[in-house]
């Protein structure tokens, strides 16, 4: 389903320049999908043709608020970016240590506000069956002057993960100078534009994204942008006094979830025996060979497949990608 329609050859270009974030001025604002929630097909065919979907105002504000709380309670007391009860997020002038997005005092955050019932309503009508999430989040308070995120495409980053769809959630008023996100619109047509011959990220290139096609839009809590694993996005600079307060994760079928959270019980050169307390997966055994995305220690530092069954320990918690009895990656757990 999310599959591109043709195959396109890979980028390897070891000196082209890679695409600046901040040389992104997005020209186009999204449209509202709101009346598209009761119609699935055409919920689908928008977002394939152009790469989101875009909902105002769709999700529980009880859920908005209590997460926007528990976020602004962690801003104070574990980073020191925002005074403690400050609702309106002014910023303290403390930085938010790269790497946060992940961190354990978060926990729980995002699974609580997935929970309410009006939510998961909406899920289940954006993905047109049960919903259940991908247990990866990343929490994001973004001060003014940085982080941004640079541009990529969610799908590059995680093989074997099909049929998910990911979510961006804005948790505090997050107008143009916030920061929020912006996507190139109808550019998810065309594989992946990630560029081969650049190491670490894989940059992607300045001249392969159509530069008129970034779209953003004022975002309230409440509203819910969809991404298309195809399509290139990045985050905006945040050039307000205010933090930029929002999460992002993904939802994939409850049926089937190709993605879940297990605990390690015994590994061998080429296996691994895991136990989820998902019941639709329970205990498996799944094969691991060379092209296994192994990630178990750091997310942003790949293992050999030789050092498998050495680095990988019976009780760490992880994050599993499958295709069918095969594992595709084993990712460090995340604090869903
Ligand atoms: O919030 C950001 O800056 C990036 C978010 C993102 O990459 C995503 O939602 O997939
Ligand atoms: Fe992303």
């Not at 999310?2 to 186009?28: E, H, M, V």
């Not at 995002?110 to 991908?134: F, T, W």
């Not at 008023?173 to 894989?202: D, M, S």
């Not at 819910?224 to 905006?236: C, E, F, K, R, T």
Request: net charge negative; aromatic share 8%.
């Amino acid at each position: 389903m999310n599959a591109p329609p043709k195959i396109f050859p890979p980028i390897d270009r070891p000196d082209a320049t890679n695409l600046d974030t901040l040389s992104i001025d997005p020209k186009r604002k999204f449209e509202v999908c709101n009346d598209l929630l009761d119609d699935h097909d055409a919920l689908e065919a928008f977002y394939e043709k152009n790469g989101y979907l875009f909902f105002r105002n769709v999700l529980d504000p009880d859920s908005v608020k209590e997460a926007r709380e528990a976020m602004l309670a962690v801003a104070a007391d574990e980073f020191g970016l925002v005074e403690k009860g400050d609702e309106t997020a002014k910023w303290t002038g403390k930085a938010y240590p790269p790497g946060s997005e992940e961190k354990p005092c978060f926990s729980g955050i995002s699974k609580r506000l997935v929970s309410y019932p009006r939510n998961q309503e909406v899920l289940a009508k954006i993905l047109g069956e049960e919903p259940s999430m991908v247990p990866i989040v990343q929490y994001r308070l973004y001060p003014p002057n940085g982080p941004v995120t640079m541009v990529h495409q969610d799908g590059f980053y995680s093989p074997g993960i099909h049929d998910y769809k990911p979510l961006w959630i804005p948790l505090t008023p997050c107008p143009r100078e916030v920061g929020g996100l912006t996507i190139a619109v109808g550019q998810n047509h065309k594989g992946y534009f990630h560029n081969l011959g650049k190491g670490g990220n894989f940059p992607i290139p300045d001249d392969v994204i159509d530069p008129d096609s970034w779209a953003t839009v004022d975002f309230e809590p409440g509203d819910l942008l969809v991404v298309h694993p195809y399509s290139p996005h990045a985050g905006l600079p945040n050039t307000s006094d205010r933090l930029r307060v929002t999460f992002d994760t993904r939802v994939q079928s409850a049926r089937n979830p190709t993605t879940f959270a297990a605990t390690v019980n015994s590994v061998t050169s080429d296996s691994i025996t895991l136990t989820s307390e998902d019941e639709n997966v329970g205990t498996v055994t799944l094969s691991v060979d060379p092209s296994t995305y192994i990630r178990v220690r750091d997310p942003g530092q790949k293992e050999k497949f030789e050092e498998f069954a050495d680095v990988t320990k019976p009780g760490m918690d992880l994050c599993v990608v499958r295709e069918g009895d095969r594992a595709a990656m084993l990712r460090m757990g995340s604090r869903p």
